[in-house]
């Protein structure tokens, strides 16, 4: 079955659109520039959430989301909401660059993904040894120390049987590490210290063949301490057909032994630690409950130092972990894959883009204020009571953007599966891009995500207050000294929904189908003025944006950009989706997102891309004559009245 999402992407251009008039401010009056006030009535349709206060969920007991309200008690769409909806749609439309993202890297673990799995271990004639190595981690001196030590693997069953036959017994659920310490020291008087015999180069035979030390409480004659790390799964399942709880073929069944600290040891302390300190605390940040438990063993000096693993790269550590298999910091950041499309996107020393410049930006380089704001937009009329509504309690997911076969560009021959011969780019592939800008595609239905059966309590869980009837806001939008290009921009989005089947989504639970509106402008309580008191038609202006992106952009409004960009926004195009894609706008459940890897499939396009490649999209100087009417607007947009 292909990748079911109830978001897709619209494609990064391989090109920004920069403008001409980089001086326009709220202090420099354009000759020409245009001035005042529009008032707009949304209407909603279906659900509609627009978050305020929150309360936390507990164990056991679901959270809240109210809906937002002013002062008085009365709810409302806060102006922020409209404008950035109409601005993340205008970045799109102007290919304005892709830098409202923050410059992250990510941890990755992914069995699956060979790339991954052969850095931490090499096949010896069919039998698998660890390249992973093992150590303690200290900080003392004001610098990061490690000291490696040996280790062994030990079974379950054989730490149950030495301290309590049920410790590890198959109807053990997943943990992790820290429950589990905290499990042992209380059947074994608080002790992880412990004596031990090692056997060198074991030889498992079962399932996968590997080779390595294996421990046993038989005969003790060594001394170290008992390593825990987390349980990803139970030893028991479900048949997928038959619904039976069956024994797994494979699971977690061992642990680990580290040997005691021993002086003698060469202590590693250099600067190539303390680069590779920084990926491991990237990896487990302050508010990881592993390493903090691990950091109360060692004060109450049941741990002589952070037990670790790691890896060695040309004789030096490279990466390091707090299990055997451990997340990888990636190679390549979220501005590295935006780079490798187009390095305009992140360049803070070209001209701004045509959002930029219209909305205002703070940063590093340059503060500009907004020419565009969104005031309050309230009801028309009084709401009744019973249309405001809490949901059924379900669990709001967040898109996880390691999820390579859905974020990042992957090769495609329209299969939506990896062609043969192929891998999937992730953050560790030099080359990756991500695949553009996330939406989540206007539903009809309005479906809640369900709560799974095996939910740990209530602590994910929330209940949304909604609105069920559809409502008119009325509420204003008010602009200063913008050119009619910039103005046109505005009004071509507010009136794509002049289209009865598109619509804008706003607010909470887009994911669901909740917060579709569509705008009407009301032409007689709107006044925008012409600082050289020409007369103004929005048509005109519209007319005037869609020939200056035209003029810009090859083909604009048959990109890839603008065509996914429309279909998303239209309520039949999801369903046609859908339909020809075989998926639906809905999360996949766990098990559905590893099937889907091992499937090689790929996140199917919103639409089917042009055979023509976008690389192209800029138009260059000698490919079509500048209009002349267009270029004179620009050379005397600046003059002063």
């Known amino acids: 079955m292909p990748i079911s999402s109830p978001y897709n992407f619209i494609p990064l251009s391989d090109t920004v659109h920069t403008l001409d008039w980089q001086e326009a401010s709220q202090d420099v009056p354009l000759a020409d520039g245009v001035s005042g006030t529009l008032s707009i009535n949304l209407q909603t349709f279906g659900n509609l959430m627009v978050g305020d206060t929150h309360t936390k969920s507990s164990s056991n007991k679901a959270g809240k989301v109210d809906f937002f309200t002013t002062p008085d008690g009365n709810i409302a769409i806060p102006g922020t909401s409209i404008k950035g909806a109409i601005r993340n749609i205008l970045d799109i439309a102007t290919f304005a660059k892709f830098s409202q993202i923050e410059d992250r890297r990510f941890g990755v673990r992914d069995l699956n993904y060979k790339d991954y799995t052969k850095k931490f271990s090499t096949n010896e004639s069919g039998y698998f040894r660890s390249n992973v190595q093992a150590g303690w981690l200290s900080f003392q001196k004001n610098t990061w120390q490690l000291e490696p030590v040996a280790y062994h693997r030990i079974e379950q069953n054989s730490i149950g049987k030495k301290i309590a036959n049920d410790f590890f017994g198959d109807k053990i659920a997943r943990c992790s590490a820290d429950q589990k310490y905290i499990k042992y020291m209380c059947r074994n008087e608080g002790k992880l210290s412990t004596t031990f015999s090692a056997q060198a180069d074991y030889k498992k035979q079962q399932g996968t063949k590997m080779i390595y030390s294996q421990a046993s409480f038989d005969n003790p004659n060594k001394q170290g301490y008992l ?7 139970d030893r028991f399942g479900f048949d997928r057909k038959t619904g039976k709880r069956i024994r797994r073929r494979t699971y977690k069944h061992m642990e680990f032994i580290f040997e005691e600290s021993v002086k003698q040891n060469p202590v590693i302390a250099n600067d190539n630690l ?33 037990p670790v693993f790691y890896l060695e790269k040309d004789g030096e550590i490279h990466s390091m972990g707090l299990s055997q298999l451990y997340k990888l910091a990636s190679d390549y950041s979220t501005y590295d894959c935006v780079k490798n499309t187009a390095t305009e996107h992140l360049d803070q020393n070209q001209k701004v883009d045509f959002t930029t410049l219209m909305f205002g930006s703070i940063n590093d380089e340059v503060a500009s204020k907004s020419r565009v704001n969104f005031g309050l937009f309230t009801p028309e009329k009084t709401i009744a009571a019973e249309s405001l509504k809490y949901s059924e309690e379900t669990i709001l997911s967040s898109p996880k953007p390691t999820y390579y076969p859905n974020y990042i560009k992957q090769p495609n021959d329209g299969s939506n599966i990896l062609p043969r011969g192929e891998k999937y780019n992730t953050y560790l592939s030099k080359d990756a891009e991500l695949r553009g800008w996330k939406r989540y595609p206007v539903k009809k239905a309005i479906k809640l ?19 069920t009837e559809d409502t008119v806001f009325q509420g204003k939008m008010r602009f200063h000294n913008l050119s009619k290009i910039e103005l046109g921009a505005l009004l071509w989005v507010l009136l794509l929904t002049d289209n009865t089947n598109i619509k804008i989504n706003i607010g909470m639970a887009k994911s669901f189908g909740y917060g579709k509106v569509n705008f009407e402008i009301d032409h007689n309580q709107s006044s925008p003025i012409s600082h050289n008191k020409e007369q103004i038609t929005f048509s005109e202006c519209v007319e005037q944006f ?7 952009i090859n083909d604009w409004e048959k990109s890839d950009q603008i065509k996914t960009l429309l279909a998303i926004l239209n309520e039949n195009e999801a369903l ?64 002063k009245s």
């Open 227 to 233: 390593i825990f790390t987390g349980q990803t799964m």
């Open 274 to 306: 303390n680069k590779v300190m920084k990926d491991f605390l990237f990896i487990y940040n302050s508010d990881n409950k592993e390493l903090k438990y691990l950091n109360t063993l060692i004060k109450n000096g049941k741990l002589p130092a952070i």
């Open 449 to 467: 995500g369900d709560v799974p059966q095996n939910v740990n309590g209530k602590k994910t869980i929330i209940k949304m207050q909604h609105l």
């Open 546 to 552: 869609k020939a200056h992106m035209k003029e810009h």
């Open 576 to 639: 046609e989706h859908q339909k020809e894609t075989k998926t639906t706008l809905q999360h996949m459940k766990l098990r559905e997102y590893r099937d889907a890897k091992q499937q090689k499939q790929i996140l199917p396009d919103f639409i089917k891309k042009q055979q023509a490649s976008n690389i192209n999209n800029k138009k260059q100087k000698n490919e079509q004559p500048v209009n002349n009417a267009m270029k004179s607007q620009f050379e005397n947009i600046f003059k």
